[in-house]
């Protein structure tokens, strides 16, 4: 079976045309129907064969007909939003207060907190939402629809701007929207109007193509490739996009510092160190007006965490301990964040005041008068297994919750990792005589083992309060690319909607004058460039509004 369709001019068609590429001529229509000329074909792609209506055998025509659908393109749209916006109902990982120190915890976390919404809402990756493997997915899929539906129409729109036909068949005159047969008897001399014509279109700004008694006048034929510009545009910010999720390209994690730790930012081989936060709050003479305030009450004025960054020298030794090596400090406020090799370091909340230390000072009752034998100190974030107190003295830790509650089941748990309600189960052993004593440490009070003569006693004391700051760690080389998309696929847009592409023919054959017009938008302004040129003809601008009136919009 032949793929070509042959038209009466002689010229042979691809399979799929709908116009003549020679003459313009419509191929599917019989003599009745061009004579009618109510439902003469689309003139979108100047009839040219588009691949998605031509072949659907293979696999690959199955593929390329799916994505090449706009109805498609918008479900995948609308499902990508839908699916968005229930990842803003619970909070992103990043964005949760606690840390979450690896998938169990974090799991526990969202099925602990939110309950089985929470557990669905991890198992499905709305947590980490924009990394998850589906939302890559649907972001891809964006992707190939629009590069797909993009070549599908501008390799037949490119076929038929780069050549122009112009001397038409007179079926393609007749069936534009606008059309208008004059008579010779009501024109000038034939060839100073048509040299007046071209004159006057030219100065309209449109570009003239003349063959035989044949001219066709042009303008705004770049307005065509604005929907591709707008394309190009938004594949552009669909790889920015998705390149973000290489970490070599984007990096956007969230960090606890306490005060004095040093800890390695993730994604990179730097280190930070919190030297000190602090909370400015303003002065009562620094209002600018009466606010009535209560008694004790204060408003921040600025938060600012003072960092040293260092640089690991041993990076590229695998298991060598790290070798710092300070490379910046400075302050970190909101908004100011501290850079270093395009990484950035921005200040978004922080913890006051917070349990970092218990001070106790052991006391052996045996000893005489009472003898303090030192001083124990348990970090509530890294606590010691053994603390020595004195020559022979041993302090161990046994069991630790920084968040203690009972549990359903009658033992000890922890609600979270921050030491908010801490209770530590400790042994004090002598070592010179083998005489041990446990203690537990719980709602700031003991439980001792031996209550009736106990050994060993803690003295408690002020604990140690420090502050932690939570920072944002960012890094995006691939911002400039998703603002170049953006620009790119704004452009597009204007020229797609603000700009339009006009042409008129005039063509003379068999004693008569016939014009035709035909534009992507804007029929009113191109009516009324006719009306202009009726004018320049010296013809009654009446012929314009019939003749537009009486013909039907194709769709």
């Known amino acids: 079976m032949s793929d070509d369709r042959k038209c009466e001019c002689g010229h042979t068609n691809p399979i799929g045309t709908v116009l003549c590429e020679s003459c313009g001529k419509p191929l599917l229509m019989t003599d009745a129907e061009l004579e009618e000329a109510d439902n003469f074909p689309s003139m979108r792609y100047e009839g040219m064969a588009r691949r998605s209506k031509t072949y659907s055998r293979k696999l690959v025509d199955k593929v390329w007909n799916f994505f090449s659908s706009v109805k498609i393109a918008v479900i995948i749209i609308i499902i990508t939003l839908v699916m968005a916006s229930v990842g803003t109902i619970l909070p ?41 493997w589906w939302f890559v997915t649907l972001m891809a899929m964006i992707g190939i629809s629009l590069v797909i ?62 063959e035989g008694t044949s001219i066709l006048a042009e303008k705004g034929r770049i307005s065509r490739w604005g929907p591709y510009i707008n394309h190009v545009g938004l594949i552009v910010f669909l790889l920015g996009v998705l390149l973000r999720g290489v970490p070599a390209f984007h990096i956007e994690e969230f960090i606890w510092v306490r005060e004095g730790q040093t800890v390695s930012i993730p994604g990179t081989k730097l280190f930070v160190k919190n030297l000190e936060y602090k909370t400015e709050y303003y002065a009562e003479d620094e209002y600018v007006e009466e606010l009535g305030m209560k008694e004790g009450m204060v408003i921040p004025k600025n938060f600012q965490t003072d960092v040293i ?89 046994l069991d630790y919750f920084p968040d203690y509650q009972m549990g359903t ?74 603002l170049f998309g953006a620009i790119v696929s704004m452009i597009g847009l204007v020229m797609g909607f603000y700009w339009n592409h006009r042409r008129i023919w005039i063509h003379m054959e068999a004693g008569r004058i016939y014009v035709a017009g035909h534009t992507n938008k804007n029929w009113f302004g191109l009516k009324q460039e006719a009306k202009f040129l009726m004018k320049h003809l010296n013809l009654s601008n009446d012929l314009v509004a019939v003749q537009d009136k009486d013909k039907k919009k194709n769709t």
């Open 309 to 397: 960054i260092y640089k690991n020298e041993n990076e590229n030794l695998p298991g060598a301990e790290p070798n710092l090596t300070q490379v910046k400090e400075g302050p970190i406020t909101v908004n100011h964040p501290i850079t270093y090799q395009g990484i950035s370091l921005f200040q978004l909340d922080r913890r006051e005041q917070i349990l970092g230390a218990l001070n106790f000072t052991l006391i052996d009752m045996d000893s005489p008068d009472s003898k303090e034998i030192g001083e124990v100190k348990i970090d509530l974030f890294d606590p010691s297994s053994e603390i020595k107190v004195g020559e022979n003295y041993v302090v161990r830790i």
């Open 409 to 482: 089941d009658n033992r000890p748990q922890t609600k979270g990792v921050l030491p908010n309600n801490p209770m530590v189960a400790m042994e004090i052993v002598d070592t010179k005589t083998n005489v041990l004593e446990r203690v537990a440490y719980v709602a700031g009070g003991f439980v001792q083992q031996n209550e009736n003569t106990p050994r060993f006693q803690l003295a408690t004391h002020m604990p140690d309060l420090i502050d932690s700051s939570g920072l944002i760690v960012r890094k995006d080389t691939m911002l400039p690319l998703i």
């Open 149 to 210: 539906c993009s070549l599908d129409r501008i390799i037949p729109l490119y076929k038929a701007l780069r050549k122009p036909r112009i001397n038409q068949h007179l079926a393609f005159y007749r069936g534009q929207r606008l059309f208008i047969p004059l008579p010779v008897e009501g024109a000038k001399e034939l060839d100073a109007t048509m040299d007046q014509t071209k004159g006057w279109l030219k100065k309209r700004g449109y570009k003239i193509f003349g």
């Open 92 to 132: 992103q990982k990043m964005y949760v207060q606690v840390p979450l120190l690896d998938e169990q915890m974090t799991r526990d976390y969202y099925s602990g907190t939110y309950g089985l919404f929470g557990d669905i809402y991890y198992l499905l990756g709305f947590h980490e939402m924009y990394n998850s």
